[in-house]
């Protein structure tokens, strides 16, 4: 297959549409997809004949699983030069749809991860069905929640998107519309004929999704949202911890025993990242800061040794470089945070 057919980027009508087309990796993005969709996305910025931008993908599962990982890892544990570059346009791609001046949506039907958050999250319609599936699990390879996690998930109230992070839990559509990552809820089977609607008449889009518009049941998340509230404070993974120790409920101890097969390593990289993002001025300046954890997390053990033991051999034993949060040094974290040679910046499209 020819790499232009990962994503298919045209106009139909009045709509530039963008159709994820890797359906053999759950349409996990790669380098070329993210050149090809910015490419569209500019073109179609300036063009008056496109009123809106419409993300979907082919066939059945999967909106976006994330990134291309396996070519991360083989990058990493060599020069990290092609990892380095896949960041580079994946957040200008990011930062270019945050800043993007025509409305645009996204029909997350399927799993919507990492990368695919990065998509959908910045679009105007954030649609989900009883098929989609949240989650930013990348702390369970020895990555971190990026594609603006530092900027989204530390503006969730009552530390719901340090849970996330943290946890690599998954939800669901009504919780992805109690946390606003869904501004509405379409049932899967009428999809294509909202599709349709859209393409027809895409000035009408809110009537539309007014219209289409189903019940995604209760939030499961709201049950927990005093205890994420309460347990998730601390200043410190360490701390997270202690409390979730000292809380003695199931829903503490079940959270415990997720945090403990993730990379302790970058479960603190992705906490110092949502403390600072939180601060960050702009969306450019938590971007970049982003881009400089990438660069060096792609290069480390515990993203090698990740992706080694849940994606390609799959035993789900992954030996960490630091068995608990609190044997990862804060020199180690300065390191990972430490800004890049000039030259070697991220820096927004412009
Ligand atoms: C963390 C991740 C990813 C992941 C699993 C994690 C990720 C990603 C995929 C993935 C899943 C199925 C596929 C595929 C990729 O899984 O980024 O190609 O078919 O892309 O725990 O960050």
């Avoid at 994503?7 to 359906?23: D, H, Q, S």
């Avoid at 993300?55 to 990134?67: K, L, Y």
């Avoid at 702390?139 to 900027?151: A, K, S």
């Avoid at 919780?175 to 509405?184: F, H, I, K, R, Y």
Wanted: proline share 5%; glycine share 8%; aromatic share 8%.
């Amino acid at each position: 297959m020819s790499e232009a057919q990962e994503v298919l980027c045209r106009v139909e009508g009045r709509v530039g549409r963008i159709t994820l087309n890797r359906p053999q990796a759950l349409h996990a993005l790669t380098t070329n997809m993210c050149r090809l969709m910015t490419d569209a996305l500019v073109a179609w910025r300036d063009d008056p004949a496109v009123d809106l931008v419409l993300f979907d993908h082919s066939g059945e599962r999967g909106f976006c699983a994330g990134g291309d990982i396996r070519m991360l890892a083989e990058s990493g544990a060599g020069d990290g030069r092609l990892a380095r570059e896949f960041f580079f346009v994946e957040y200008r791609l990011n930062h270019l749809l945050f800043h993007y001046p025509k409305p645009t949506a996204a029909i997350m039907d399927g799993v919507t991860m990492g990368g695919g958050v990065g998509l959908s999250r910045p679009c105007r319609y954030r649609v989900a069905t009883e098929r989609t599936t949240f989650a930013m699990p990348e702390t369970g390879i020895g990555l971190f929640p990026d594609v603006g996690g530092g900027w989204y998930l530390s503006r969730m109230p009552d530390h719901i998107g340090l849970w996330l992070a943290l946890t690599g839990a998954r939800i669901k559509a009504a919780d992805c519309e109690l946390l606003g990552l869904a501004t509405d809820f379409v049932e899967s089977g009428k999809v294509a004929d909202l599709k349709a609607a859209i393409l027809a008449e895409p000035t009408r889009i809110e009537t539309l999704l007014t219209e289409f518009e189903g019940d995604s049941g209760r939030p499961p998340i709201a049950q927990h949202q005093d205890e994420i509230a309460r347990l998730f404070s601390g200043d410190s993974v360490e701390a997270i911890v202690a409390a979730l120790e000292a809380a003695d409920t199931d829903w503490a101890r079940e959270q415990l025993k997720v945090m403990a097969t993730k990379s302790p390593q970058t479960m603190k990289v992705a906490f110092r990242q949502l403390q600072l993002g939180a601060r960050a001025k702009d969306f450019a300046e938590n971007m970049a800061m982003e881009y400089r954890i990438g660069a060096r997390v792609v290069q480390r053990h515990d993203f090698i040794e990740g992706v080694r033991a849940v994606i390609v051999e799959k035993d789900n034993a992954p030996t960490w470089s630091e068995p608990r949060p609190h044997d990862v040094s804060e020199a180690t974290l300065d390191a990972i945070f430490a800004p890049l040679p000039s030259n070697e910046e991220w820096s927004p499209l412009t």
